[in-house]
């Protein structure tokens, strides 16, 4: 916050450009380090292992929340610029001659070559709904996001194989598309917090004349300072819970009671996989090891699916955005979705 603030607009149209380029490559070059530095940090620590719970927790807390805020202050920063480029009703009108199908099948595959966690997506989707895109289309982003990426495709090809792969993406797509769908006939857009819509960008663009870029520059860093300023200790609680629960998985619980005789299997793993915060990459090494005690391949899904893309730390920083009823719609619309794609699985295998 403090870098925030003090970061002030160059008065020269040739030192702002400069500013911008520089901005760009020492954000994407501490975006790419991240991690390599707190390994390298850790490491050089003697006697510390990440395998072990609580160093593995607190670099955990450390990597995940430096990812969160850089890609919050830099997507936040960078989809301002470009909303005060692109108008509202343009993007609107863009989205508005195509099938409402179309729209939701474009946020999907979007979700799925974006390689984010749960709450990763969120400033995206912040700044998604911000900018006018309809909430239904934002909302099937979020959802495609975490349960579908290329590093977890690979994974998944490799542990379950490419059938069980293919099965498992279009699993998580449609659940993302129908939810949507679902979504578009109902009126919820009051039911977003109305910071996403009243910001400095949106006021920029009201008085309809064509900004200047320092005007452009400004409204995107005051947009990015009031956002992080409203999010960012929910942030350091949601990620503390993470990294808390991280890493901890009672498989021998799950390879006990929710085996293939226990009818409500499903439901026990999607319930109990909610608190488990893990990306997809993360989950599958659990998964293969469930799946190698028994456990169905549908109860496998739906443990997968919940613990990706329904997280404490995600509904944390969520109801900084979506009002409580939103918020309960979402989460128990993707919860729904997920048992019934598991129990359809077992069914169909």
């Not at 939810?179 to 819509?197: N, Y």
């Not at 659990?286 to 109860?299: D, N, Y």
């Amino acid at each position: 916050m403090t870098v925030l603030r003090s970061l002030a607009v160059p008065r020269s149209t040739r030192a702002l450009v400069a500013a911008l380029l520089g901005a760009s490559l020492g954000w994407a070059a501490l975006y790419a380090l991240n991690e390599v530095l707190w390994d390298a940090l850790f490491v050089s620590v003697p006697g510390l292992d990440l395998d072990e719970r609580i160093p593995g927790a607190i670099h955990f807390f450390l990597y995940d929340t430096s990812k969160i805020f850089l890609l919050l202050t830099g997507m936040i920063f960078l989809i301002g610029m470009l909303r005060t480029t692109l108008r509202p009703e343009r993007v609107r009108q863009f989205l508005d001659g195509k099938p409402l199908v179309v729209s939701l099948l474009l946020a999907a595959l979007f979700g799925a070559i974006t390689p984010f966690c749960s709450c990763s997506s969120i400033p995206l989707f912040i700044g998604f709904v911000g900018a006018g895109i309809p909430l239904a289309v934002t909302l099937t982003f979020l959802i495609a996001s975490p349960l579908v990426n290329e590093v977890a495709v690979v994974l998944l090809a490799d542990t379950f194989g490419a059938a069980n792969t293919v099965a498992y993406v279009a699993a998580g797509l449609t659940a993302a598309i129908v939810i949507g769908f679902i979504f578009s006939r109902l009126s919820l857009d009051h039911l977003v917090a109305d910071f996403v819509f009243a910001t400095p960008v949106a006021v920029l663009q009201a008085d309809g004349r064509r900004p200047t870029l320092h005007e452009r520059v400004e409204a995107a860093l005051e947009e990015t300072r009031e956002i992080v300023g409203r999010v960012w200790v929910w942030i350091l609680i949601g990620v503390g819970v993470g990294a808390f629960i991280h890493g901890w998985v009672p498989t021998e619980f799950f390879a006990t009671y929710a085996g293939p005789d226990n009818p409500f299997a499903v439901l026990l793993v999607t319930l109990a996989g909610v608190p488990l915060y893990a990306n997809a990459a993360g989950v599958i090494p659990i998964a293969e090891a469930l799946w190698s005690k028994g456990m169905a391949l549908g109860t496998v899904m739906s443990f997968m699916m919940a613990t990706v893309a329904l997280s404490l730390p995600e509904f944390i920083l969520l109801k900084q955005v979506l009002k409580p009823k939103l918020l309960a719609l979402f989460f128990g619309s993707v919860a729904v979705a997920i048992v019934v794609i598991g129990v359809l699985f077992n069914l169909s295998t």
